[in-house]
């Protein structure tokens, strides 16, 4: 990418600046004031809900703030984006706490935090499997040299929160930044699977609402995101959906949950075997009511470890995967269930119930120190009651 074409980015990052600057020398920080950002939706959900919930209950001293705005292509929804990110720059200028779960543009443009304030990244995703961040530099799927000689993307991070110290090297790679600063105490979201209320609950308006499944076990198809940052091409399913329901629609029913970025274009309306799942219930409700995942490079099969249930790796397009963005692991050998890489083999190996739960557990006690429901609580406590750590950035 060259710099001509960078420079609409360009732009916005020195506004950025600018209004950062202005924002820091009119207004001073908020000690009471916690900030959630996130680009990934258009509501506070998964990580960033949990915190928030947390910090609302138990610590009524704090004035939260939400700042959910889903990143749009369209030229008119850029416009709007840049004005959001003038409104983020503010509450990042004042805040105390300032808490993401994912990209956030405005932090990567300013070249040093102001005094007072903590940056938190709670990152979207469990354990470690694909790369992302600076680890993904000149791939196809990663950003450019030029763009990172502009954007110093994942920068000014206080502190990462992650599930184990297994990780830790990798975040640290991925964010360049010193380890100590990345924090192995657990995904909050997970907490979920350990609230058997909670889930009681979610299972009693689930059969509610979907009487048909009655009967039958589910198995849920979740998909990683394919494309480059949010140039989501239309998905279409990998495998021949009606001999799936011929060899499996006695026993099963198969739900559909697309990431957040895909476009949702499936057409499933006249299928009794096959059902594409709506924003009503989240990826956690969902898994905690599945009896199999299928899956390929998401690592919300990470999550789904904590429950110790069957799950199959449908890797039809692992050599393109590999060459376009890589992971951390050699895939083949660290995936907890078997493979599949076409309908008849995705078929058989759900038909012969070979699964080892033995494999499944060694898989969660690796990627998850804590595994006690409490991930929420010991970060809070951690952001909030801990000392500031000053940000420390090692060299591109």
């Not at 269930?337 to 033995?358: C, H, M, Q, W, Y």
Request: hydrophobic fraction near 40%.
């Amino acid at each position: 990418m060259s710099s001509l074409r960078l420079l609409p980015t360009i732009i916005v990052k020195y506004i950025i600046r600018i209004v950062y600057a202005v924002c820091s020398f009119l207004f001073p920080v908020n000690s009471q004031k916690i900030t959630f950002a996130s680009y990934r939706s258009e509501q506070l959900k998964d990580n960033l809900q949990f915190i928030y919930d947390e910090m609302t209950e138990n610590y009524p001293q704090y004035d939260c703030h939400i700042l959910i705005k889903k990143f749009d292509r369209r030229l008119l929804a850029k416009v709007y984006y840049v004005f959001h990110m003038i409104k983020t720059c503010y509450h990042l200028a004042t805040s105390k706490h300032f808490i993401i779960d994912d990209y956030c543009f405005p932090l990567y443009c300013i070249k040093e935090l102001r005094p007072g304030t903590e940056t938190i990244q709670l990152w979207h995703s469990a354990g470690a499997l694909k790369k992302f961040g600076l680890s993904t530099v000149g791939k196809p799927f990663g950003p450019s040299e030029t763009y990172i000689q502009h954007i110093q993307i994942h920068g000014n991070y206080s502190k990462v929160y992650v599930s184990a110290k297994e990780v830790i090297p990798y975040f640290a790679e991925a964010f360049q930044m010193n380890p100590k600063q990345i924090y192995p105490l657990g995904i909050p979201r997970t907490d979920y699977f350990f609230d058997k209320n909670r889930i009681g609950k979610m299972q009693e308006q689930f059969n509610i609402d979907h009487p048909e499944f009655a009967g039958k076990k589910i198995i849920l198809y979740a998909p990683t995101f394919r494309g480059k940052s949010h140039d989501q091409a239309c998905f279409t399913l990998p495998f021949d959906l009606q001999k799936m329901e011929r060899a499996l629609a006695d026993e099963y029913v198969l739900l559909i949950h697309l990431h957040p970025y895909m476009r949702k274009n499936l057409q499933l309306e006249n299928n009794r075997f096959a059902y594409q799942m709506d924003s009503k219930y989240k990826i956690e409700e969902l898994l905690a009511v599945t009896d199999l995942l299928i899956t390929d490079y998401s690592t919300v099969f990470f999550d789904y470890s904590l429950l110790e249930r069957p799950m199959v790796f449908y890797a039809y397009d692992l050599d393109k995967y590999i060459e376009e963005r890589d992971f951390y692991y050699d895939y083949e050998k660290m995936i907890p269930g078997p493979l599949a890489t076409d309908t008849d083999s995705l078929i058989e190996v759900i038909k012969l119930n070979r699964f080892s739960k033995e494999q499944i557990t060694a898989f969660k006690n690796r990627f998850f120190d804590y595994q006690d429901g409490n991930a929420t609580k010991r970060i809070v406590a951690h952001i909030l009651e801990g000392e500031m750590v000053k940000v420390t950035r090692q060299a591109v």
